[in-house]
């Protein structure tokens, strides 16, 4: 009987094992590795100093002060990692700039920057490359509003109203109270939606076909343009500060460039810089002709 009762406890001693730590496991050591490989490329990802934006490089810009630009970027550049009541965590780290994003606060905020480039220098500076708007032409209010024109000192015009300048896609982008002596006045009789800064006033092709006429009878005959007008959304006038006028046809099935053609021929041709002080018309919306009309040939 002793016997047995030690060769079956002596075999119920051998069968229980102690149990091993977890720091001796290796599942435990490989588990440990990895978080700690995840916690370090986070914290490298967010939060290393080498890492955070330090420098903002902004050329190209004449207009807009650099400083309002740079105030711009540093708010939008400054992300919110954490936040508890008032307490935040944030990051500068380069590879949370959304160029993307930062492109649109900077076009929105500033209607006068046409485009942004951004370059991302490892690791602590961004480069913004800015291109301003150039006007071309000034918008005003439609013709039921009276607006009068007057010289000033410095040889520009100014005027009771509100007008803006529009950039070569037809975008208005800064009112203006002051209208250059060399810009085009374009207005608009068809035209009854709000004027927004920043968006598209003019259509595009009304702001090409003035601006092909402008250049070319600035250049070829040196006569200068005073106004556009969109009479209706066939018809353009343009007025020249010789003070007669050019009628234009915007149907989509009328060819523009052959207007402009007869409208050189005729100056090449037949009608003179004399001749010129005596006009009153020229009429390109006829196809096969030009209809030229000066104070001896049409009625008063």
């Not at 060399?182 to 006033?201: F, L, P, W, Y």
């Not at 250049?219 to 006028?245: C, G, H, Y």
Request: with cysteine; hydrophobic share 40%; proline share 3%.
């Amino acid at each position: 009987m002793t016997s047995f009762r030690k060769k079956h406890i002596k075999s119920k001693i051998h069968k229980i094992k102690p149990k091993k730590s977890i720091f001796k496991r290796l599942w435990f050591w490989i588990v440990l590795l990895f978080l700690i490989v995840i916690f370090s490329a986070f914290y490298f990802f967010l939060f290393y100093s080498g890492i955070q934006i330090k420098n903002i490089v902004i050329s190209g810009n004449q207009k807009i002060a650099s400083k309002d630009i740079e105030n711009l970027i540093s708010d939008n550049i400054n992300n919110k990692i954490l936040g508890i009541g008032s307490w935040e965590v944030n990051s500068k780290s380069i590879f949370l700039i959304n160029s993307e994003k930062l492109k649109r606060e900077i076009l929105n905020k500033f209607p006068l920057i046409e485009s942004v480039k951004i370059d991302k220098i490892f690791m602590q500076t961004l480069i913004f490359e800015i291109n301003e708007r150039v006007a071309i032409a000034v918008l005003c209010p439609s013709l039921d509003k009276t607006i009068e024109l007057e010289v000033t000192l410095e040889g520009e015009y100014s005027e009771n109203g509100n007008c803006y300048f529009i950039d070569a896609g037809g975008i208005i982008f800064e009112p203006v109270n002051e209208i250059p002596q060399d810009m085009v006045i374009v207005r608009q009789e068809t035209n009854d939606a709000q004027i927004s800064v920043g968006k598209k006033a003019v259509q595009q092709n009304i702001i090409d076909l003035v601006s092909k006429v402008e250049k070319s009878l600035k250049d070829n005959f040196q006569i200068n343009l005073k106004t556009a007008i969109v009479i209706s959304p066939v018809r353009l006038n343009i007025e020249t500060k010789e003070n007669w006028q050019i009628y234009f046809d915007l149907n989509p099935d009328a060819d523009t460039n052959s207007q402009i053609t007869k409208l050189n021929l005729l100056f090449s041709n037949g009608i003179s810089a004399d001749d010129r002080k005596n006009l009153r018309y020229i009429d390109l919306r006829p196809k096969d002709r030009a209809v030229v009309c000066d104070n001896d040939t049409c009625a008063q």
